[in-house]
């Protein structure tokens, strides 16, 4: 079960933290990332981390994202600095079993709720 929290409404240019709880599996072998969907479209992956510590990100939020993991608590965070009206949407967490970063939504079995970001002046 993944749980997520953090979003909320932030100004252009300012900063969030998103947290995800991962519970009732361990962190080996267990990639985790966050996705993201705005209204009206597809949901897109922003972040992904495997449990070595590999990363990847979206190209719209490369250098401005930060997605890390803490094995020993079994959580995924999302650091998210100048944010843009464009970042706008629901957040996921999502969890899938593994080794390998995969990129789609079908590839992952594990959700959290999702959380609300809300960038706007």
């Not at 990639?31 to 209204?39: D, G, I, S």
């Not at 990847?56 to 994202?65: I, K, L, T």
């Not at 803490?70 to 957040?91: I, Q």
């Amino acid at each position: 079960q993944l749980q997520a929290c953090g979003g909320g409404f932030v100004q252009p240019g300012g900063s969030l933290r998103l947290s995800c709880a991962v519970s009732g599996r361990s962190s080996s072998h267990y990639v985790m990332a966050w996705f993201r969907q705005a209204p009206g479209k597809q949901r897109e992956l922003v972040a992904a981390v495997t449990s070595g510590g590999l990363t990847d990100y979206a190209a719209s939020v490369e250098g401005r994202f930060t997605i890390s993991r803490d094995n020993a608590k079994n959580t995924l965070s999302l650091l998210a600095n100048t944010l843009k009206p464009e970042d706008t949407a629901v957040y996921y967490c999502a969890g899938r079993s593994g080794s390998r970063i995969a990129y789609y939504p079908r590839s992952y079995h594990d959700w959290g709720q999702g959380t609300l970001v809300t960038v706007s002046s």
